[in-house]
């Protein structure tokens, strides 16, 4: 940026680089809408107003015009794109800048895995704010490839790196004054910091604040979060693909309190992002929901800008980028042009043609992660109970039930019950090669035959396999270490039915979206072949290892009962 340039442009001094005519401006700041002129110089507004000339002129004809959107937390891995794909599905939606969390790829490669996903992102039209992972690995109930503790968060955060601490999900820790969890947050201190505390209330939830943290995604209902607003913090509404918040929130908002408030997409699939969108497809609904338009539209860019100190974002006003959106209907926020930093990049829909999104090289650290040694994993559970704890799939939901329920037993051992809807799961260590199993039960995914099985398991991305039976769960757990990572279905005989390889950290491809999304849907239709009845059962699948949100998950060292933060026996008479 040089400033005399803006200072002379901003004074009509010399011409704009471009100015947009009769334009109808949203403006965050006096929640009205504004008829003007909009000069941009070097990227950024230097003008509201008539007068203004411009080396280029386009003349909006009553068009709406809105800062870009800002999407407040989102694992980009979560997308299986790496971040030049990603951006190509999300910028011509009107998303401009995004804040990212790379815990997914942290807890796989460590330190170089963040540094690939921010010098992937480093280039971009779209804006990458990149957060540090503060919980890698999430806790100590799981192996994972990476260990980052405060002295290596710290040294991100002093180069540059970074900007804030990501979602602190060890909450526990956080409310017991965990040492390693306090060092953290010292070493953020001053620098935005994101919460992770699912059901937390009370006193509890009062110490979490007082830790220094600003913000939660995880609320589940209006009481949940009304609570948390109450205590300071910013509420992200989230609407991701296995996690459907938005709306049974949007009743949370009020003209009182609508700017303590954001929205997320967490974690969005192919599927989701191109067929309803990202955060334009929040602001519609919140919208049709009756919230007024531009405080829907402020929830997207200025709250957002504010929360992470990003003041030269979230709103379309002189000294801030040019980030924006042009839009026909208020009532119906489709973005048909979108500007970086006041350059076209996307029009109706697609990209501009002259927009070039290019991916660095892969360096070794972020590949060869499948380390399984097959001759070691045991999926066999010994009938020793006779009351089985079953995690309890809640639909649109990451949290869990605990289900006691009777075992199906043979020949001495427990095995799954598809007529009961009772598959088991087992969660395979792929990262030290020494690949220890936990295996337990699952109700609520339907399959009748056949397994699934994909190296994406959050946050710690182990092998995860839910099946009918031994034989086929071995067989579509062989199958996703033998392509390097990814996701597989197999049917009721251990074929391959549909395969979607993510060699990039067993994480993502570097194929464009659209033909990610397609093998994506093909993994989907041979999921639901085999009996599958979710939304996404592979982004479910992949939840029910996270042993961070209530109530039973499992990890490769066992199940987990999350509310006492500890490993329970398999059999509740144990």
Known sequence: ?????????????????????NARLVNVFSGLVEETDIAVADGYVVGLGPEYAGEREEDLAGAYVAPGLIDAHVHIESSLCVPAQFAAAVLPHGITTVVTDPHEIANVAGIPGIRFMVESGRDLPLHVITMAPSCVPATHMETNGATLDAADLAALLADGTVHGLAEVMNYPGVVLGDAQVYAKLEAFSGHPQDGH???????????????????????????????????????????????HNLHTLLP???????RRICFCTDDRMPADLMDQGSIDYMVREAIAFGIEPVTAIRLATLNTAEWFGLRDRGAVAPGRIADLIVFD?????????????????AEDGVLAGDISLVSP?????????????????????????????????????????????????????VVADPARDILKMAVIDRHSGKSGAGVGFIQGFGLQAGALAGSVAHDHHNLVIIGADDDVMLAAGRAVSEMGGGLVVVDAVGDIAARLPLPVAGLMSDMPLADVRAAYDDLLTAAAAQG???????????????????????TDRGLVDVEQFDFVNLFADK
């Open 197 to 243: 505390a699912p059901a937390l209330t009370g006193r509890e939830l009062n110490a979490y604040a007082v830790a220094g943290i600003g913000s939660e995604h995880e609320c589940t209902t209006v009481e949940e979060a009304a609570e948390k607003l109450s205590r300071g913090f910013y509420i992200l509404i989230r609407e991701a693909t296995n996690a």
């Open 532 to 554: 599958a009845r979710l939304h996404d059962s592979f982004m479910a699948m992949s939840f029910m290892a996270l042993e961070v949100i209530p109530k039973l998950k499992l």
């Open 1 to 21: 940026m040089n400033r005399r340039t803006l200072l002379a442009a901003a004074r009509g001094d010399q011409p704009a680089d471009l100015v947009l005519r």
């Open 329 to 345: 209907d208020l009532q119906n926020v489709t973005p048909r042009r979108v500007y970086t930093q006041g350059r076209l990049v």
């Open 252 to 258: 949370l908002i009020t003209p009182a309190n609508s």
């Open 361 to 413: 090289a892969m360096p070794p650290a972020v590949g060869g992660s499948m380390r399984v040694d097959w001759d070691v994993v045991d999926l066999r559970v010994p009938a020793t109970g006779e009351r089985l704890r079953v995690i309890g799939s809640l639909d649109d939901q990451l949290i869990t039930e605990e289900r006691i329920l009777e075992p199906t037993t043979h020949d001495g051992y």
